[in-house]
């Protein structure tokens, strides 16, 4: 790009290399480059660029370069659910659990929730491959939720007061719940982080993958995404073929594979703050 910039387009570039040695060898090879260029008379005109120069050159070309990228944005691409098959979710779309009849409350695209009791709300059909887009925002600092795919049958069914069911969960945690757990560093928050951890809960199964927390079970995300109480966040979900795969705010961070089970209810989890979720959308897939 530098060079393009300060030779002419006509200039054909020729190397050449002189020598002082015997036999042909260079002792103290001086490398050149010869540019011939036609001048208005028609004449040729040599111009050589010696090595020094040539490469003081080259040096300035690739530092330009190297900082022109380093200036360019992170690309980020958000799934909206938008396009062929996306369906919104709403209040005919879920069934009551174990949830008391105002904890959670529908409003246009958002959904409300109270935070309590302790509890989910599932949908009314189970998915097996699927994927899905969502937002959400922490009401009150340390909150605490998440989102359930793939939740096992039996385990809702046993579910007769305060409490959560067995499948795999997505994690929806706000910034200030590790402070919060730790209590002025009597405990350590190793085990969890607050940026959308994947794990299974109960019976369920998954290998997790990297980074993985040091139980073994959660695969912890590559990348810290997560905005703080308040601020919307953004999550894509893709469930597919026993596969589950975390996009936070446009960036895959967290998943795991050889989830079982691999179809289930999809469900929203209460856990004793409130949440607010919206444009809850899904697609289903083959």
Not at 61 to 84: F, M, N, Q, R
Request: aromatic share 10%; glycine share 10%; proline share 6%.
């Amino acid at each position: 790009m530098l060079i393009q910039s300060v030779i002419p387009k006509s200039v054909a570039p020729s190397w050449a290399c002189r020598s002082n040695g015997r036999h042909g060898f260079a002792s103290r090879a001086i490398w050149s480059l010869k540019l011939k260029h036609a001048t208005a008379e028609g004449k040729d005109t040599v111009v050589t660029i010696h090595r020094s120069m040539l490469f003081t050159i080259l040096f300035l070309g690739l530092a330009g370069l190297l900082h022109l990228h380093a200036d360019e944005p992170t690309t980020v691409a958000k799934i909206d659910g938008s396009g062929p098959g996306w369906v919104s979710l709403g209040k005919a779309d879920f069934a009551k659990v174990n949830s008391a009849d105002d904890t959670w409350s529908f409003k246009g695209d958002e959904i409300h929730c109270t935070g309590k009791p302790v509890s989910v709300m599932r949908t009314q059909k189970q998915y097996t491959n699927f994927e899905l887009v969502c937002e959400w925002r922490h009401m009150k600092n340390a909150g605490n939720s998440g989102i359930f795919v793939w939740t096992i049958p039996s385990s809702l069914e046993s579910l007769k007061g305060p409490g959560l069911p067995h499948g795999i969960e997505v994690q929806v945690l706000d910034l200030g719940y590790k402070d919060a757990f730790e209590q002025g560093g009597k405990r350590k928050a190793d085990w969890f982080t607050c940026h959308g951890d994947v794990f299974p809960v109960g019976a369920a199964k998954m290998k997790p993958f990297p980074p993985v927390a040091p139980n073994g079970r959660r695969s912890f995300p590559s990348k810290e995404l997560t905005l703080d109480t308040g601020e919307w966040n953004h999550y894509y979900v893709r469930a597919i073929n026993g596969e589950v795969r975390l996009w936070v705010n446009g960036e895959e961070v967290s998943g795991g594979t050889g989830c079982s089970p691999s179809t289930g209810y999809l469900c929203l989890e209460s856990e004793g703050s409130p949440i607010e979720f919206r444009g809850l959308k899904l697609r289903e897939l083959p």
